[in-house]
């Protein structure tokens, strides 16, 4: 349907079909089916002076996608007035091959052609008209009345997207220069949007106050946007990660892992180690990547077992290619954005949902968050044209309002980086002379080991060190004779891996006694009954050891888990082990056990023990 329309309006339309208009109507049926249309005019409470019902406004369509992509320009006349306003051109809305369910997105539009000033409020009950056209084609706008549809929303009033905290940006960080994208007609020619497929958890300071377990709701956008990420990956891959927890209750403890001050936002350093943290405690095979201005080097777990790799690459800030390899290869992607209030430096992090790019050139990206506090709206997003200014930052161009992107964090199923990935550490006593051997699988930017020894397991001397492989992914097998052991009947062993940028962290201290050698032994599992863990330990004697070709000594060793008929339903350990102590961990539900009796045997060339154990589900 067309709309008819004030005499100015078909002026300004006359005028611009005149400008070389050429554009295909389809049958709008066929379009995204738009359901809801909302006017709030919005409180600059994020700037200094704040600016109560300012010149900007928050437009929100609820839809639902179409079969094919359509682009979507909308233009808002002011009844009484005569006054008409271009609201955004050719915004590309994804196919419901990229989203099949119902989305909201919201875009931050100018009234300033309308007539309203800073300070003015819209008059309450009076509408403002809102045309819509949408075609499967890119169109110059616009072209003749072909409008085909007219919404009446009534304003409400709200505040600017997240007030946005103080953020820790260098002194000499150059203002965002107010420039604007061009016009631009081209059709879209790389897109990717997975649009919200989760709902965002709702931030309510007054419903999740700061208490002494929790740093309350205000100013929480980190772990929040961190939780909502969370909670995209967990809902995207099912088969590889699993984990029982609501969005909110991630929330709340990746805010403790965070090391939130009550009511306080975040660093990059805090967001990143609070990840890290959290991916370890709660054993999810998650790796974690990051862009950033504000370091050159990896950020690593509290304990440094693992570490959030940095990929800036020469780049000091984050870039727009890498962002689009991250989405288009499956990663979680959230941003953190950064604005001048007219005093001070503000930020804000949001979950990237989607980018489209034209042929001319145009870039956009598409982000969910909470909005405002206290008010439901879980399924958010917003888009934002993107420019790349004379520093290389990517600077969102949203209606007046400018922001640059300091930070991005991606995220995505596989191994945690870590500095190096230990198969085993262990020692033997040769005459009076100790060997200690150990394994890596993975090595990431290596140097070496340092050896570290002590009388006393308190204070440690190095005593050598062994040069490390770099950076590699095969298993490499590494051995140190210690030849000055003296007299004394026990000595403790640690290694210090050094990284090549001079970060380290220890490995488990091992205990080498000179008068009392292991036995070969198999402990009873604890606890015991168990559900759905138990742990299991065994050693390796120093005699039942041979020598492989490298004159490192060691010994096959299966660890096999049956059942009360014989049936073996788990192998735990099989492989070559030097003499040591060792622990494994069996988890029932991964090899889907149900309730009952088990036996547990240890099996050398020489040797063989065998125990029984309880599930009780």
């Given at each position: 349907?067309?709309?008819?329309?004030?005499?100015k309006?078909?002026?300004?339309?006359?005028?611009?079909f005149?400008?070389?208009i050429?554009?295909?109507?389809?049958?709008f049926?066929?379009?995204?089916?738009?359901?809801?249309?909302?006017?709030?005019?919005?409180?600059?409470?994020?700037?200094?002076p704040?600016?109560m019902?300012?010149?900007?406004?928050?437009?929100?369509?609820?839809?639902?996608?179409?079969?094919l992509?359509?682009?979507l320009?909308?233009?808002?006349?002011?009844p009484?007035n005569?006054?008409?306003?271009?609201?955004?051109?050719?915004?590309?809305?994804?196919?419901?091959?990229?989203?099949?369910?119902?989305?909201?997105l919201?875009m931050?539009?100018?009234?300033?052609?309308?007539g309203?000033?800073?300070?003015?409020?819209?008059?309450?009950?009076?509408?403002?008209?809102?045309?819509?056209h949408?075609?499967?084609?890119?169109m110059?706008?616009?072209?003749?009345?072909?409008?085909?549809?007219?919404?009446n929303?009534?304003p409400?009033y709200g505040?600017?997207?997240s007030?946005?905290i103080?953020?820790?940006v260098p002194?000499?960080?150059?203002?965002?220069a107010?420039?604007?994208?061009?016009?631009?007609?081209?059709?879209?020619?790389k897109?990717?949007?997975?649009?919200?497929?989760?709902?965002n958890?709702?931030?309510?300071d007054?419903?999740?106050?700061?208490?002494e377990a929790?740093?309350?709701?205000k100013?929480a956008?980190?772990?929040?946007?961190?939780?909502?990420s969370m909670?995209?990956?967990?809902?995207?891959?099912?088969?590889?990660?699993?984990?029982?927890m609501?969005?909110?209750?991630?929330l709340?403890?990746l805010?403790?892992?965070?090391?939130?001050?009550?009511?306080?936002?975040?660093?990059?350093?805090?967001?990143?180690?609070?990840?890290?943290?959290?991916?370890?405690?709660?054993?999810?095979?998650?790796?974690?990547?990051?862009?950033?201005?504000?370091?050159?080097?990896?950020i690593f777990?509290?304990?440094?077992?693992?570490?959030?790799e940095?990929?800036?690459?020469?780049?000091?800030?984050?870039?727009?290619?890498?962002?689009?390899?991250?989405?288009?290869?499956g990663?979680?992607?959230?941003?953190h954005?950064?604005?001048?209030?007219?005093e001070?430096?503000?930020?804000?992090a949001?979950?990237?949902?989607?980018?489209?790019?034209?042929?001319?050139?145009?870039k956009?990206?598409?982000?969910?968050?909470?909005?405002?506090?206290?008010?439901s709206?879980?399924?958010?997003q917003?888009p934002?044209?993107?420019l790349?200014?004379?520093?290389?930052?990517?600077?969102?161009?949203?209606?007046?309002?400018?922001?640059y992107?300091?930070?991005?964090?991606?995220?995505?199923?596989?191994?945690?980086?870590?500095?190096v990935?230990?198969s085993?550490?262990?020692?033997k006593?040769?005459?009076?002379?100790v060997e200690?051997?150990?394994?890596?699988?993975?090595?990431?930017?290596?140097r070496?080991?340092?050896i570290?020894?002590?009388?006393?397991?308190?204070?440690?001397?190095?005593?050598?060190?062994v040069?490390?492989?770099?950076?590699?992914?095969?298993?490499q097998n590494?051995?140190?004779?210690?030849?000055?052991?003296?007299?004394?009947?026990v000595?403790?062993?640690?290694l210090?891996?050094i990284?090549?940028d001079?970060?380290?962290?220890?490995?488990?201290?091992?205990?080498?006694s000179?008068?009392q050698?292991?036995?070969?032994g198999?402990?009873?599992?604890?606890?015991?009954?168990f559900?759905p863990?138990?742990?299991?330990?065994?050693?390796?004697?120093?005699?039942?050891?041979?020598?492989?070709?490298?004159?490192t000594?060691?010994?096959?060793?299966?660890?096999?888990v049956?059942?009360?008929?014989?049936?073996?339903?788990?192998?735990?350990?099989?492989?070559?082990?030097?003499?040591?102590?060792?622990?494994?961990?069996?988890?029932?539900?991964?090899?889907?056990?149900?309730?009952?009796?088990?036996?547990y045997r240890?099996?050398t060339?020489k040797?063989?023990l065998?125990?029984?154990?309880i599930?009780?589900?």
């Amino acid at each position: 349907m067309k709309k008819s329309i004030t005499a100015k309006f078909f002026l300004i339309i006359v005028f611009l079909f005149l400008l070389n208009i050429n554009n295909t109507t389809v049958i709008f049926a066929q379009g995204p089916i738009i359901e809801v249309v909302e006017l709030e005019q919005l409180n600059l409470r994020n700037m200094q002076p704040e600016i109560m019902y300012s010149q900007y406004a928050l437009l929100t369509l609820g839809y639902l996608p179409a079969a094919l992509n359509y682009y979507l320009t909308i233009g808002i006349e002011r009844p009484g007035n005569g006054t008409f306003s271009m609201v955004t051109q050719n915004m590309l809305l994804p196919s419901a091959e990229y989203m099949a369910e119902f989305q909201y997105l919201s875009m931050r539009i100018s009234l300033i052609q309308l007539g309203v000033t800073n300070g003015v409020q819209l008059p309450p009950g009076t509408f403002l008209k809102v045309y819509i056209h949408m075609d499967s084609s890119p169109m110059l706008f616009p072209s003749s009345l072909n409008f085909y549809r007219e919404f009446n929303p009534l304003p409400t009033y709200g505040d600017d997207d997240s007030e946005g905290i103080d953020s820790p940006v260098p002194s000499e960080e150059p203002m965002i220069a107010q420039n604007t994208p061009g016009e631009d007609f081209t059709a879209v020619s790389k897109l990717n949007y997975r649009g919200c497929r989760v709902p965002n958890v709702d931030l309510d300071d007054s419903a999740y106050p700061d208490n002494e377990a929790y740093a309350g709701d205000k100013n929480a956008c980190g772990p929040a946007s961190a939780a909502n990420s969370m909670a995209w990956l967990l809902d995207v891959y099912k088969s590889d990660l699993h984990l029982e927890m609501s969005v909110r209750d991630i929330l709340t403890e990746l805010s403790g892992y965070m090391k939130r001050v009550r009511n306080s936002g975040v660093t990059l350093n805090q967001f990143i180690q609070g990840k890290l943290d959290f991916i370890k405690a709660k054993k999810l095979p998650i790796k974690v990547k990051f862009q950033s201005a504000d370091t050159t080097g990896n950020i690593f777990s509290s304990d440094g077992s693992t570490y959030a790799e940095n990929q800036n690459g020469t780049n000091k800030y984050p870039t727009w290619d890498w962002i689009k390899a991250e989405l288009d290869s499956g990663e979680d992607v959230e941003a953190h954005y950064y604005w001048w209030d007219g005093e001070k430096w503000r930020g804000h992090a949001v979950v990237l949902t989607g980018y489209d790019e034209t042929s001319g050139g145009r870039k956009t990206l598409k982000y969910k968050h909470d909005r405002k506090q206290g008010a439901s709206g879980g399924l958010q997003q917003e888009p934002a044209n993107i420019l790349v200014d004379d520093y290389g930052r990517l600077v969102f161009y949203n209606n007046g309002h400018r922001k640059y992107i300091r930070h991005v964090v991606s995220e995505s199923p596989g191994d945690p980086y870590t500095p190096v990935e230990m198969s085993y550490f262990s020692a033997k006593i040769i005459s009076n002379k100790v060997e200690l051997v150990w394994k890596t699988i993975t090595e990431t930017n290596n140097r070496g080991f340092g050896i570290e020894k002590s009388t006393d397991k308190i204070s440690f001397n190095t005593i050598g060190f062994v040069n490390g492989k770099g950076t590699t992914t095969a298993p490499q097998n590494y051995s140190f004779v210690d030849n000055n052991v003296g007299v004394k009947k026990v000595l403790y062993y640690r290694l210090k891996q050094i990284d090549y940028d001079g970060t380290f962290e220890y490995s488990k201290t091992i205990e080498v006694s000179s008068v009392q050698p292991i036995e070969f032994g198999l402990s009873q599992n604890y606890p015991n009954p168990f559900n759905p863990t138990t742990k299991i330990k065994f050693s390796i004697p120093f005699e039942t050891l041979r020598s492989n070709e490298g004159g490192t000594a060691l010994q096959k060793v299966t660890l096999n888990v049956y059942d009360i008929l014989g049936n073996e339903v788990a192998v735990l350990v099989d492989e070559e082990k030097p003499a040591g102590e060792y622990e494994v961990e069996l988890n029932a539900d991964k090899y889907g056990l149900n309730s009952g009796l088990y036996f547990y045997r240890i099996s050398t060339d020489k040797y063989s023990l065998t125990r029984k154990m309880i599930l009780l589900k």
